[in-house]
C-alpha cells in the first residue's frame, strides 16, 4: 500500500485516526493551558517517568492518543462526568496538541501494548517496557482498561516544529487567549506557522 492509499483510508473510517494527540495535564484550565504554552515555546514534550506517570521501566515515554478527535471529544465529556459526580482526580483536560502519525512513527513512536504487566515483561526486552499500559479484565471489581485511549508512546521526549503540529484549545474563550498571548508575546511566528487550531467545543456540539 502506497501513502496515498494509506491516507485515503483514513478518509472512509470514522474510526480511524492519521493524527495522534497529546493533551496537556494541569488541576484547572489555567494550568493546562500554560503547560500547552510551555510545550510550545519549548518546542518539546518531555516524557513522562514511573514517578510521575504510569510508566514501566527506566525510559521515560511522550504519551499520545490515536483516537479520532470525536472520541477525544467524547472522553473529555466523560472524564468531566467523572469529576463531578464521583470526584475524581482530574487526568486532562481540552488542551493539546496534534502531529501526524507518520511524524510520530518516524521519531519511534509506536503503539503501547496492553496486557498484565508482569506478563509484558516476560516477552519484551526490559528497554521496551515504557510500551507497556497494564490491562487487567480478570476481577470485575476493579477492571483496568484503558484500550479506548489507543495511545502511542514516543521514548525519552519528543522535539517538534510549529509546521509538524496542530492546536488544542476547549472553547473560544481559549482560542481567543490563544492568540491573545502568541500577539501580545510577539509570537506570530507561532500562529502562521502551525498546521492550525482545533477548538474542541465545536466538536461536542
Not at 526486552?125 to 497494564?134: D, H, L, Q, S
Request: aromatic share 12%; proline share 3%.
Amino acid at each position: 500500500m502506497d501513502e496515498k492509499n494509506w491516507r485515503m483510508r483514513f478518509k472512509y473510517r470514522v474510526d480511524l485516526s492519521s493524527r495522534v494527540t497529546h493533551l496537556t495535564k494541569g488541576e484547572t484550565a489555567e494550568e493546562a493551558f500554560r503547560n500547552l504554552i510551555n510545550i510550545l515555546e519549548e518546542r518539546r514534550i518531555r516524557g513522562s517517568k514511573t514517578s510521575s506517570g504510569f510508566i514501566c521501566g527506566k525510559t521515560p515515554a511522550v504519551c499520545l492518543q490515536e483516537a479520532p478527535l470525536t472520541a477525544i471529544a467524547e472522553n473529555l465529556q466523560y472524564e468531566e462526568k467523572l469529576r463531578k459526580e464521583e470526584n475524581h482526580k482530574v487526568r486532562y483536560l481540552g488542551f493539546g496538541i496534534r502531529f501526524q502519525k507518520n511524524f510520530i512513527y518516524k521519531k519511534n513512536g509506536r503503539p503501547v501494548i496492553y496486557d498484565e504487566t508482569n506478563r509484558a515483561k516476560e516477552y519484551l526486552p526490559e528497554n521496551e517496557w515504557w510500551r507497556i499500559v497494564k490491562l487487567d479484565l480478570s476481577n470485575k471489581e476493579h477492571i483496568i482498561d484503558w484500550t479506548h485511549e489507543r495511545e502511542w508512546r514516543v521514548p525519552g521526549e519528543l522535539c517538534f516544529e510549529y509546521s509538524q503540529c496542530e492546536i488544542i484549545v476547549p472553547n473560544s474563550k481559549y482560542y481567543k487567549k490563544f492568540v491573545k498571548y502568541c500577539l501580545d508575546k510577539n509570537r506570530e511566528d507561532i500562529l502562521l506557522k502551525i498546521r492550525g487550531i482545533v477548538v474542541i467545543a465545536s466538536v461536542y456540539f
